[in-house]
Nanobody, 127 residues
């Protein structure tokens, strides 16, 4: 069974940090572009960060640049999202997704091009 599983979410105070993980089972992530998306209540899902197969390219939403870092460990079949300097507006369910064929320039804007999705992990930023 092909599956992505996110973990690492939680409740954190403003300014805090978390490391989100996205682990794959049933397939190898090293053949896929990986994106992290988030969806807050009442809002559309938005792309946060994405990383190319070989890690040579990354892309970030303007709202998270300088605060979030995406990385991958293909040996562990896992992709990470380090989220620092969290703000209340970062509160959302965070999803990872894997795309086999996607132009890297579209990796944040075209979530419909992703083939596999995880179930999401909740991140809540509140004092």
């Amino acid at each position: 069974q092909l599956q992505l599983v996110e973990s690492g979410g939680g409740l954190v105070q403003p300014g805090g940090s978390l490391r989100l993980s996205c682990a794959a089972s049933g397939f190898s992530l090293d053949s896929y572009t990986i994106g992290w998306f988030r969806q807050a209540p009442g809002k559309e899902r938005e792309g946060v960060a994405c990383i190319s197969r070989d890690s040579d390219n990354t892309n970030y939403a303007d709202s998270v640049k300088g605060r979030f870092t995406i990385s991958r460990d293909n040996a562990k079949n896992t992709v990470y999202l380090q989220v620092n300097s969290l703000k209340p507006e970062d509160t959302a369910v965070y999803y990872c997704a894997a795309a086999d064929l996607i132009l890297f320039s579209l990796c944040l804007s075209h979530d419909s091009l992703y083939d596999y999705w995880g179930q999401g992990t909740q991140v809540t930023v509140s004092s």
